[in-house]
């Protein structure tokens, strides 16, 4: 290990360093010193060119003398203006990758006191607190003032007045003493990369370090190792917590960068979305599970969800998300569950949750008092905040609370979580694809009852889903014979191959794995989510998802007002955001035909499963929009209105049995009557004042 020169002749050094690498960042650190900037950032790498011994001793040997050094440097430098860099700072970043680890990746005892860099994602953060650097003491007997330092450790008072020599009392002079803002950051090793349960840093920042990053953000801190002694009680152990003391913090602006891609497989990735292997999708779609029989369609759905779209920003802060949501429902044993857990798999930036016992907080974010922030408020992030630039996947969406359900909206729909409480007020990023599994309220398909009345959801939370796929356990003989197949086939295949077995072509007949890996598969997601967001490829392919459109909306004319809405324009988005996303899987930089003929295919299959009024069969907006299609809507007015009709000629309410005969006289089947009086008195619109009576009194 180099060993630092002399301090005179090191500072010199280094004010030539500056000079040389960055005469005009010092310009711009003096012209804005010290309102608006505090700071010289310098590269590890300038400093290595620079003179090597420096950087080892930068690094390895004591940080914070020789960033003392840099710091005196700093203030004997010869600036462009006369401006005293009295308090300013030298900040290091982009320390060598060999010297930059997530949480618990590295040995604490090896590399305490040294300059590392840790990269994670911030879980928890506290609010900005004031630490007392220097403490001006004022002895309450004669009035004269002592100036004393702190340390981090604890609160260093007089021993005595240096007036009266006195033993006190003091108090603190407030105006005289000196503070400077901190924070304090939990830093944990991101989804993707972490083995189980992330491992997480604790890492303290000061002055313009502050409020640098927040809950969610995916950044690299270097700083100095540190050691912190615990105690029992007020006895020390021999139990020490590593944390970093933060020198400068960089926010990573993807979230893809740290992919770890060999030339070989980049390649190789390339060439499967060139389609030389097959058809790109069909090929992605086939590697996300080979245990899970046919739904083609649903999971070419999920991969480009996992890809997703593009991000359109506008002036004035406005903007269309690029993530679109997937929401698969249906009966049990139908595989929705397991296509939601290779999502989670295979997915970047993955955050798995069950619907069972979630809350509210561990969903989205919120802020909370506990240790990690001495007692004061801490922002803790949530799954939709940890999933931020990835995806959200979610199973039993039916059984999570309905609170729970409700704090999803905001995510899904705006992107942000609005986090208002114990003083902290801030917005946290959720760009985020939501992948759910949920059954029906009955646990199973009713074949007699509309499709939208069987959520065990609001309508609200259905229509953030863009594309809703049905999953129906409908025996079938020729359909079960080749699901049975494929379970029994794919079984032995998978024990033959981990025995090495050679297969008898009777007996196995395909090869358990893919043609594409699931860690290809992953890998070929990261880099589709780096490109370029894509554009029209000419005005033919705008425009004939523009007809198609049009088409669509007007497939029942525009002269009859009572006709059903077919789709609406959030359709005509969601067509766009698999196109961009289909474009994208295949690193092309423009939508073209086979793009918007992958995403119609895709929302057209959607709106057949949830988006056609089951009693007319006709392509109905508002059966996914509202829950409810225009026939039944209709119905239901005239059984409102029936009701009320009838009520007004008997005292006691309308009988049933003549609501009923009415109805049936324009065409309502009985069914459907007792059903709408039944959601009429689960709604509160409607009361029984007695046995087999009923009376409408409204919506509040």
């Known amino acids: 290990m180099a060993q630092t020169q002399p301090e005179p002749d090191l500072v010199d050094r280094l004010t030539r360093f500056y000079r040389d690498y960055y005469r005009e960042e010092l310009g711009q650190l003096a012209e804005h010193y010290p309102q608006e900037q505090r700071s010289l950032t310098i590269d590890y790498d300038d400093v290595y060119q620079f003179d090597p011994a420096i950087a080892d001793d930068l690094r390895d040997g004591d940080p914070t ?23 300013a700072h030298v900040r290091v970043r982009d320390l060598d990758a060999a010297h930059t680890y997530y949480p618990g990746a590295f040995s604490p005892s090896d590399h305490a006191r040294q300059l590392r860099g840790v990269r994670g994602e911030v879980s928890k953060a506290t609010d900005v607190y004031s630490r007392l650097e220097v403490a001006t003491f004022e002895c309450q007997r004669c009035g004269s003032t002592s100036r004393i330092p702190q340390s981090d450790d604890d609160f260093q008072e007089p021993h005595e007045c240096q007036g009266c020599e006195r033993q006190g ?56 190792v540190r050691l912190d002694q615990q105690t029992r009680g007020s006895a020390p152990t021999n139990k020490f917590e590593p944390y970093l003391e933060g020198n400068h913090i960089a926010v990573e602006e993807t979230d893809a960068q740290d992919v770890d891609i060999t030339p070989a497989q980049r390649e190789r990735i390339h060439a499967l979305a060139a389609g030389e292997e097959g058809d790109p999708l069909e090929l992605a779609a086939d590697a996300l599970t ?59 930036r993955s955050v798995g949750v069950s619907g069972t016992g979630a809350t509210v907080a561990g969903v989205t974010a919120t802020a909370i008092q506990d240790d990690f922030g001495d007692g004061s408020w801490t922002l803790d992030a949530g799954a939709a905040v940890k999933a931020h630039r990835g995806v959200l996947a979610i199973d039993e969406l ?151 459109f049009t088409n669509l909306r007007g497939l029942y004319g525009y002269d009859d007002p009572d006709d059903p809405v077919p789709v609406t324009f959030r359709t005509l988005e969601g067509i766009v955001r698999v196109a961009e996303a289909a474009a994208k899987f295949e690193f092309s930089e423009t939508i073209e035909q086979r793009h918007v003929d992958i995403a119609t295919e ?15 069969g006709e392509l109905d907006a508002d059966v996914h929009e509202t829950g409810t299609s225009k026939s039944q809507r209709d119905r239901a007015t005239t059984i409102r209105e029936l009701i009320q009709e009838i009520a007004d000629e008997h005292e006691d309410g309308a009988p049933v049995d003549t609501v009923i005969d009415r109805a049936e006289e324009v065409g309502i089947d009985t069914s459907k009557v007792e059903h709408e009086i039944e959601k009429l008195k689960q709604n509160g619109e409607a009361v029984e004042p007695v046995t087999d009576h009923i009376r409408y009194i409204g919506r509040y």
């Open 602 to 616: 895709l929302v057209g299959q959607s709106m057949q499963d949830i988006g056609k009024d089951p009693e007319t």
């Open 290 to 348: 080979t245990k899970i029989y046919g739904y083609d369609t649903v999971k070419q759905a999920i991969v480009l969800a996992l890809v997703g779209g593009a991000r359109v920003e506008y002036p004035g802060d406005d903007f269309d998300r690029g993530e679109f949501h997937v929401l698969l429902i249906g009966d049990p044993s139908t595989g929705k569950s397991k296509l939601v857990d290779r999502a989670e798999a295979v997915g970047w």
């Open 398 to 548: 039916d059984d999570m609370p309905a609170e729970v359900r409700s704090a999803l909206l905001e995510p899904m729909s705006k992107q942000t979580i609005h986090i208002t409480k114990g003083g902290i007020n801030t917005h946290l990023q959720t760009r985020t694809a939501v992948v759910a599994a949920a059954n029906p309220d009955q646990d199973r398909f009713d074949p007699y009852q509309p499709i939208a009345e069987q959520f065990a959801f609001s309508s609200t939370l259905l229509s953030r889903f863009d594309l809703v796929y049905t999953f129906r356990d409908v025996p079938d003989e020729q359909q079960d014979d080749d699901v049975a197949d494929h379970v029994l086939t794919g079984r032995d295949a998978a024990k033959r191959a981990e025995r090495d077995l050679d297969g008898d072509v009777d007996v196995i007949d395909n090869d358990p794995e893919p043609p594409v890996g699931p860690d290809i598969l992953r890998k070929w997601i990261a880099l589709a989510k780096q490109q370029p967001k894509p554009v029209f490829a000419d005005a033919g392919v705008k425009d004939d998802i523009k007809e198609s």
């Open 169 to 224: 009392p003091f108090e603190i002079n407030f105006d005289q003493s000196e503070f400077v803002d901190g924070q304090k950051l939990r830093i944990q090793t991101p989804p993707e990369e972490a083995q189980g349960e992330g491992q997480d840093m604790d890492v303290f920042v000061e002055d313009d370090l502050v409020d640098v990053a927040t809950v969610g953000d995916r950044v690299t801190v270097t700083g100095i």
């Open 65 to 87: 003398q020789l960033l003392d050094y840099f710091e005196e440097a700093l203030r004997q430098v010869e600036l462009p203006v006369d401006v005293p860099l009295g308090q």
